[in-house]
């Protein structure tokens, strides 16, 4: 039998979530909060902190699968072709991070410089900093096709 729980958004909003199916969740997390966010404030990494943060909260409140982070961010990625596209200034998450050769070159010259692992790891650590972990995950994701696809 599947175990379906009511969960309310910060924006009020009733959903019954199917942990199977968390789909319907996900939709109204990207209609009712990632969009008029975005709408709001214009920047994407806040929006996408935004929603993440809900999702953390509904993780904690509901004692939730943490891995519906993941989830809800492969259902953002669905809709950068779709409905998110047609917000000014997003067309596709590769635009979001169109730096991310600079990024690599900034990895490889850190691995190269000869510093000791604990320097390395540090300077890595600055880099990194600042992204976000959808725009992580996509370092990681282009890091992986340059490295396994060559």
């Known amino acids: ?3 379906i729980k009511k969960l309310q958004l910060s924006t009020g909003i009733e959903v019954d979530f199917d942990k199977k ?3 319907t969740l996900f939709e109204l ?3 009712e ?3 008029p966010k975005y709408k709001e404030n214009a920047d994407w990494n806040l929006s996408l902190n935004i929603i993440i943060e809900e999702m953390n909260r509904l993780i904690k409140k509901y004692d939730l ?3 519906l982070k993941l989830g809800l961010l492969n259902d953002v990625e669905e809709h950068l072709d779709k409905d998110i596209e047609e917000l000014t200034g997003v067309d596709k998450i590769e635009i979001l991070f169109l730096n991310m050769d600079d990024y690599v070159e900034d990895i490889k010259k850190i691995i ?5 692992k604990e320097e ?3 300077s890595m650590a600055q880099v990194v900093m600042p992204l976000t972990l959808y725009e ?3 370092l990681f994701i282009y890091l992986g096709k340059r490295t396994f696809l060559k």
Do not use: F, Q, V, Y
């Not at 190269?112 to 000791?116: A, E, M, P, R, W």
């Open 1 to 3: 039998m599947t175990e």
């Open 21 to 23: 199916a968390p789909t």
């Open 29 to 31: 997390i990207i209609s």
């Open 33 to 35: 909060i990632l969009i």
């Open 65 to 67: 699968n943490p891995k």
């Open 112 to 116: 190269l410089s000869g510093k000791d």
């Open 120 to 122: 390395i790891r540090t």
């Open 136 to 138: 992580l995950s996509e």
